[in-house]
């Protein structure tokens, strides 16, 4: 079993920045990816960033992210964290980190773990 447990969502203005946090406790592994996604109110959770399993510190991200988000990871801390800058509107909505065993997806339902989520709401 893997617990997460999310944290910094808030309100911003747009252009402004958020740094998210995800902490992972229980069986965790570097076997795990952490992926990063997103459900705005009537709308389907979506993929926006993952840290890929393995100590190649590789990553992957949807394209309306790339260039303004940032994934890291920290293994020794359990913690990955999703610097989000030049934030927009559009990126207002519950933020959820999810754990996989294995590579990237961007299919939510792949995913085994998840947390509780944190709100982002990005004001115009």
């Known amino acids: 079993q893997v617990q997460l447990v999310e944290s910094g969502g808030g309100l911003v203005q747009a252009g402004g920045s958020l740094r998210l946090s995800c902490a992972a406790s229980?069986?965790?592994?570097?076997?795990?990816?952490v992926g990063w996604f997103r459900q705005a109110p009537g709308k389907v959770r979506e993929f926006v960033a993952a840290?890929?399993?393995?100590?190649?510190?590789?990553?992957d991200y949807a394209d309306s992210v790339k260039g303004r988000f940032t994934i890291s990871r920290d293994n020794g801390k359990n913690m990955v964290y999703l610097q989000m800058n030049s934030l927009r509107p559009e990126d207002t909505g519950v933020y959820y980190c999810?754990?996989?065993?294995?590579?990237?997806?961007?299919?939510?339902?792949?995913?085994?773990?998840w947390g509780q989520g944190t709100q982002v709401t990005v004001s115009s």
């Open positions: 999810g754990a996989r065993l294995g590579g990237s997806s961007a299919y939510s339902s792949t995913y085994a773990y």
């Open positions: 229980g069986r965790t592994s570097t076997f795990y990816t």
């Open positions: 840290a890929i399993s393995g100590i190649g510190g590789h990553t």
